[in-house]
Nanobody, 116 residues
Framework: QVQLVESGGGLVQPGGSLRLSCAASRSIFSFNFMGWYRQAPGKEREFVAR???????EYADAVKGRFTISRDNAKNTVYLQMNSLKPEDTAVYYC??????????WGQGTQVTVSS
């Protein structure tokens, strides 16, 4: 069973930074892509950023220029560096690993709260 474990969430003031981590139980290259999604209270889960196994990284318009997705192959870990955080970034952030043969794998989520 594939496991994705997120960490790094917390409370941060507006303008601050956080780095989220997503540790996978298998090689991240075995996924067709890995990405980050978020869900704010009362809203649907939305796309934040994704990293195909080959190809360009993609970002939601709301986070372009502020968030950066990256990976450490040796650690089977994907990161989301979040800078210039805004209150509207408050949400539970989820890691997704998509395997076209096996389907989608989600982490348990990590809470990010941006507030003064």
């Amino acid at each position: 069973q594939v496991q994705l474990v997120e960490s790094g969430g917390g409370l941060v003031q507006p303008g601050g930074s956080l780095r989220l981590s997503c540790a996978a139980s298998r090689s991240i290259f075995s996924f067709n892509f890995m990405g980050w999604y978020r869900q704010a209270p009362g809203k649907e889960r939305e796309f934040v950023a994704r990293m195909p196994s080959g190809g360009s990284f993609e970002y939601a318009d709301a986070v372009k220029g502020r968030f950066t997705i990256s990976r450490d192959n040796a650690k089977n870990t994907v990161y989301l560096q979040m800078n210039s955080l805004k209150p509207e970034d408050t949400a539970v952030y989820y890691c997704l690993g998509r395997d076209l043969l096996s389907g989608n794998f989600w982490g348990q989520g990590t809470q990010v709260t941006v507030s003064s």
